[in-house]
């Protein structure tokens, strides 16, 4: 059974500073899930990964296969960017993706 | 595309009571799962279906089931509903890869 560790739990940071969220899992995985959460509301998949890099706007999301391990980037940071952030790997490594194992998700707070 | 949609959005129940929740995936996945999010245990995996058939299963009692039709509509039910049981449902659909695509979800109160 899969392990996600997110870190922090909480960030509080000042508008346009850069933004880094970590998850680690413990077995190995084909893709990995960046969602975000605003509050009250639905979840939105940010990424899906599987090597190297993506990046979309000002989100950059990496991914390092042997070390087991993702960041979550936010560059120039934005008040509207204030949200839960979960990384989601699956149950078992390369098998079905639909049973996601979640981690506690950071609860991003960006001040203007 | 359309993308997944959940209904209803909202829901107030009382304990005892029997709830289905509904979930239309996006046009051409065939593979819907089922999630719950409580504020104390967070995200977790009820069960995924996929061309009708039930292909994994989380931790949940037996009070939680769910189905799948040929056009791919997926339903929860969960029976006898307790207190614990009031949470956001959330679905997501997927083509046979590794996307998931999710839905806004359906917030249950049970009373």
């Known amino acids: 059974k899969n392990e996600v560790e997110q870190s922090p739990q909480n960030l509080t940071a000042q508008e346009g500073e850069f933004i880094t969220i970590n998850c680690s899992y413990s077995v190995g995985i084909s893709a990995l899930h960046w969602l975000q959460q605003h509050p009250g509301g639905g979840i939105v998949s940010l990424f899906m990964l599987s090597s190297g890099k993506k990046k979309h706007g000002r989100l950059i999301a990496t991914i390092n296969i042997q070390e087991k391990h993702s960041s979550l980037h936010i560059t120039a940071s934005h008040p509207r960017d204030s949200a839960v952030y979960i990384c989601a790997a699956p149950d078992r490594g390369g098998g079905s993706q639909g049973n996601l194992i979640f981690g506690k998700g950071t609860k991003l707070s960006v001040k203007p | 595309k359309a993308g997944v949609t959940q209904t209803p959005r909202y829901l107030i129940k009382t304990r005892g009571q029997q709830v289905t929740l509904s979930c239309s995936p996006i046009?051409?996945?065939?593979?819907v799962s089922w999630y719950q999010q409580t504020p104390g245990q967070g995200l977790q995996f009820l069960f995924e279906y996929f061309s009708e058939t039930q292909r994994n299963k989380g931790n949940f009692p037996g009070r939680f089931s769910g189905r799948q039709f040929s056009n791919s509509r997926s339903e929860m039910n969960v029976s006898t509903l307790e207190l614990g049981d009031s949470a956001l449902y959330l679905c997501?659909?997927?083509?046979?890869?590794?996307?998931?695509?999710f839905g806004p979800g359906t917030r249950l109160t049970v009373t």
């Open positions: 997501a659909s997927s083509p046979s890869s590794y996307e998931q695509y």
């Open positions: 046009s051409g996945h065939r593979s």
